[in-house]
């Protein structure tokens, strides 16, 4: 008998309090490569946090994080950006004077560790992944919102990440252009973890095989998208969702 493939990522019982607040709260979670994981939760719930606590953004205050046998409960972001864990923010921390290729480009060399003409190699590949192949000379200050998340999404996957971290990247968007950023993250599963976090079920429901929710710094579901999705108990605690979006999907 073969043993079952170790997880990619293993998340054991992670708490943040700020003062008395316990904004995640013993959270456990696995994660294996090609797994693309949605999740969801009111505001407050403690999703950000999460993957802030996942990135390195902010330090567990209990539990451990082991990336594929390793203990990296301790090390800062971007040391763990360049152990394989990269997180694209909900607002784009870009360098706007930078040129598109130069902010990807400094991440494929900072993040992935490649030599320059790898990184080149690497950069133009990373902007055809998202879309932004025709645009790699223009500054970043100067692109519209869509291109934006298209250029956060860019740098963190330059990086190559086994763990990628989204968080409401599909935020402010039209709806053809969050079709648009699904087709985008459907090209990224391969080889590696997703976990997006987004307020818009339908985006995650086209993407994600998986679904977590969390309420009050707990995880309170966890499993395939479709069962998760469909009970009622969700239904209550997220009340982020109007019933005609929960109608609809
Ligand atoms: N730096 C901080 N200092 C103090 N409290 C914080 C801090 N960051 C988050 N919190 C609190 O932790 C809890 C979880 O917040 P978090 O931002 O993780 O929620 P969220 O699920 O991402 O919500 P949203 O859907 O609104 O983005 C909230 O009560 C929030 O006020
Ligand atoms: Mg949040």
Known sequence: ?????????????????????????????????GESVGLIGPNGAGK?????????????????????????????????VVAGIARAAQIPQTFARLSVHDNVLLSAMFGARLHRRAAEDWCAHVLGLVGLGDRSDDQAGALGLLDRKRLELAKAVA??????????IAAGLTEPEVETIMDVV???QEGRAIVWVEHIPAALRGTCTRLVVMDKGVKTHDGPFAEVWADKRLQEIYMGVPDDDIAAH
Do not use: C, N, W
């Open 186 to 188: 459907r090209g990224l």
């Open 48 to 80: 950000s946090t999460l993957l802030a606590l996942l990135s390195g953004d902010l330090r567990v205050s209990e539990g451990e994080l082991t990336l594929e046998g390793r203990d990296v409960s301790r090390m800062p972001a971007h040391a763990r």
């Open 159 to 168: 990086a190559s990440p086994r763990v990628l971290l989204l968080d409401e």
């Open 1 to 33: 008998m073969t043993a079952p493939e170790p997880a990619l990522l293993q998340v054991h019982r992670v708490t943040k309090r700020f003062g008395a607040i316990r904004a995640v709260d013993a959270v456990d979670l696995e994660l294996r490569i």
